[in-house]
Nanobody, 126 residues
């Protein structure tokens, strides 16, 4: 399984970014995908997750209403649309995959998650 994250960059507060997580080597619709992030010197934290079909989604309270996670089966890609970005959203963002959505949702730091991609850096300036 390969998870390839991309789309990070440097933006100003209030701007938007869309992160992508390209999935290969796994049945896309038998796989839940989540996003986690880690700020320097801090523990990794859960951001959002989407279930097999794309219909069930979960968000951390800190991003609810600003971030949207979605699945595109034609591209085998999961997107994280991030709007109204804040300086505190600055972090390395990682996509992760698991056969169980509940593992992604209930793991504050991604403990026990099956697969991880390399991170992509998001920097939000004030």
């Amino acid at each position: 399984v390969q998870l390839q994250a991309s789309g990070g960059g440097l933006v100003q507060a209030g701007d938007s970014l869309r992160l992508s997580c390209k999935v290969s080597g796994r049945d896309f619709y038998q796989y839940a995908i989540g996003w986690f992030r880690q700020e320097p010197g801090k523990e990794r934290e859960f951001v959002a997750a989407v279930g097999w079909s794309g219909a069930v989604r979960y968000y951390a309270d800190s991003v609810k209403g600003r971030f949207t996670i979605s699945k595109d089966g034609t591209e085998n890609t999961v997107y994280l649309q991030m709007n109204s970005l804040r300086p505190e959203d600055t972090a390395v963002y990682y996509c992760a995959g698991d056969h169980e959505l509940r593992t992604l949702r209930s793991s504050p730091q991604g403990e026990g998650v099956d697969d991880w991609g390399k991170g992509t850096l998001v920097t939000v300036s004030s």
